[in-house]
């Protein structure tokens, strides 16, 4: 063999996931009978999806509670624009392998090939020129802030590839103002979100063949901002490194055969308190949930659900927010999640199941404090029907069992027989996958 054939082979080589990702999506594009078939199965979900409750523009027409605002401090300096933003692609031998299957994915285990970093430092005026790069270890100083005082806040993204092969990323404005107001909680810079959005649709573009070929996965967007001044005093931060890293993702969860997660409810152990960062996310939130996760399946338990105060307030469910369907004092059935008091973070999945559930007009639908002892006496009464997690990386989390006190608590949420929590899950992945056009999914061009 010669020394260009060599080449010309290990070059092949190298590309050959792409070369099956072209043949696949090539055969997806040039099959009739299984583009007719997915144009049927496309219209029969918009009728089913239409046919309780209709899902209009008008449900984006302002926040539950309007979001804080984000005000940039005096001394901040210049802000990034995506219009500065410089690409640098990664070389053949650098891509990675693609996943075979999809549907198998586990939660952040695989990278792409590219990311997003944007400099912060206040000597030289503030925000830096974004940049794209391939994917890379980060280097910083051994007294970086982030190493010693977890100053560095993060935020959970998905992109979706869409039944009409288009790209969705889901409220982003959102994200981007919990990011900033995290920031000022952590005395980081703040930024203009609406110019990171730009930037990541760019690296979406260019990883685009990492968003899953399915409506079972999906691409998870991280966003992360730390403070990497090289010294070791308590303060703010005149040195930043906001990036972002893209993963391939299926399921969060492991859950039972049913579907549903069991949860550990231990009062002994608090998630937040009032006047803390429960509202916040932040990695100081998450370090000290591990080793009481680790407690919860040793007992044979999925996931912790967190309680405060003497009466035993639910507040979130792992890293969910937590919601109850039931029959209140009335005779209504009412959906209900915890008011937004600081204890809990807030949710871009969980504002807007409150705000589709209002439209629908279909039940009552509060926040209000919901207590354990609430939850044992519904359920003593039949008067318990759901139990659910939301959140970015499950969207929608049955409940099936509760470990309280040493006594199990059977929910029966999987028993119903049109669960609330289902309705809300096809409701919401309809719009993240664009079988329903609505104005909270974002396509990237």
């Not at 063949?209 to 901002?225: G, N």
């Not at 579907?259 to 990695?283: F, H, I, T």
């Not at 204890?343 to 926040?367: A, H, N």
Request: glycine residues 6%; hydrophobic residues 40%; neutral net charge.
């Amino acid at each position: 063999m010669t020394t260009k054939m060599a080449i010309n082979a290990k070059d092949i080589f190298r590309n050959q996931h792409r070369l099956i990702r072209f043949i696949a999506q090539s055969i997806r594009l040039c099959s009739n009978q299984s583009l007719k078939a997915a144009q049927a199965a496309q219209q029969l979900q918009q009728q089913k999806s239409t046919a309780d409750f209709q899902i209009t523009a008008s449900v984006d027409a302002q926040h539950t509670s309007a979001p804080e605002p984000v005000k940039h401090d005096k001394d901040l300096g210049h802000q990034f624009r995506a219009s500065q933003l410089s690409v640098r692609l990664a070389a053949p031998e650098q891509l990675q392998p693609k996943p075979d299957n999809d549907e198998e994915l586990g939660f952040g285990r695989l990278f792409t090939d590219h990311m997003l970093k944007i400099y912060y430092h206040k000597s030289l005026g503030g925000w830096q020129r974004p940049e794209i790069t391939p994917m890379e270890n980060l280097v910083m100083h051994p007294a970086a802030k982030v190493l010693h005082y977890a100053v560095e806040l993060f935020e959970g993204m998905k992109a979706y590839r869409g039944v009409d092969g288009k790209i969705r990323i889901f409220r982003p404005d959102m994200n981007m103002n919990r990011m900033n107001l995290a920031a000022q909680r952590s005395g980081l810079p703040t930024f203009e979100g609406k110019e990171f959005v730009q930037c990541l649709s760019r690296l979406l573009t260019i990883d685009s063949e990492w968003v899953p070929h399915t409506d079972t996965a999906s691409l998870y967007i991280r966003p992360t901002l730390i403070g990497i001044d090289p010294t070791l005093g308590v303060a703010s931060s005149d040195s930043a490194l906001l990036y972002a890293i893209l993963s391939p993702v299926g399921s969060y969860f492991k859950t039972g055969s049913s579907g549903a997660v069991s949860l550990l409810a231990d009062p002994s152990y608090v998630r937040a308190w009032p006047g803390g960062v429960g509202n916040r996310k932040m990695g100081s939130n998450y370090a000290p949930t591990i080793n009481v996760q680790k407690e919860a399946a040793a007992r044979g338990l999925q996931q912790v659900l967190w309680l405060y105060g003497e009466d035993h307030q639910l507040t979130e469910v792992g890293t969910m927010n937590i919601f109850m369907f039931y029959v209140n004092d009335q005779g209504e059935q009412e959906l209900v999640t915890p008011p937004l008091s600081g204890l809990i973070l807030p949710g871009i999945t969980r504002d807007s199941i409150l705000r589709m559930t209002r439209q629908w007009g279909k039940f009552k639908v509060t926040e209000a404090n919901i207590t354990m002892p609430m939850v044992c006496e519904l359920l003593n009464q039949g008067r318990l029907l759901e139990l659910f997690g939301a959140g970015t990386a499950c969207v929608v989390s049955p409940v099936n069992r509760i470990n309280y006190l040493g006594q199990d608590l059977y929910i029966p949420t999987m028993e119903q027989e049109k669960p609330v929590h289902e309705l809300i899950r096809e409701t919401l992945t309809d719009i993240q996958y664009g079988r329903v056009d609505h104005p909270w999914s974002i396509v990237i061009d």
